[in-house]
């Protein structure tokens, strides 16, 4: 049984109307249908851009996105898969890297652009994602115990293949 995390389109508040969707991020079986009745609702999505309350005019619209993280981060961890539109919400909100980067360094400046300012700083050690590469590769040379301090008759911790 595959489970997938989707939009299912709900109607308004005064009932279905045209031209304006909104959605629910469900948990579902991959092989059910979009509106059918889903396992677990794990937020909303409304793609129809407004204006915030208390903006200024002119400052930009922005779409709403309501998700309960911890349920997410379960699921994800279970092994749901997202849908690509999910996959593109949970990147905004800092729960999955976004699938389609460019390279070099105009990977920083993707990631700004995708992600809110309130999680463009949470997790990371401010070291990009080359950085940690280099790093990590650097210590693979390096190991704690020398080669002698092992003991006899045992392989080294680092290279099982190193006698």
Do not use: C
């Amino acid at each position: 049984m595959v489970l997938r995390l989707r939009l299912a389109r709900v109607p308004g508040p005064g009932g279905a109307k045209r031209h304006r969707p909104i959605y629910n991020i469900v948990l579902a079986q991959a092989r059910s249908a979009r509106d059918s009745k889903p396992m677990e609702v794990l937020g909303m999505y409304d793609p129809v851009p407004k204006e915030t309350p208390g903006a200024k005019e002119g400052d930009r619209k922005t779409k709403e996105i309501k998700v309960d993280v911890s349920r997410a981060k379960y699921w994800l961890g279970v092994g749901a898969q997202p849908s690509n539109t999910v996959w593109r919400l949970l990147a905004m909100i800092g729960l999955v890297e976004p699938r389609y980067l460019p390279t070099g360094q105009q990977t920083q400046n993707a990631l700004k652009a995708v992600r809110f300012p309130v999680h463009q700083n949470a997790g990371t050690s401010g070291k990009t994602r080359g950085e940690k590469a280099a790093a990590s590769k650097s210590m693979k040379g390096n190991t704690m115990v020398g080669k002698g301090e092992i003991g006899a008759g045992t392989t080294s911790p680092m290279n099982p293949n190193e006698a």
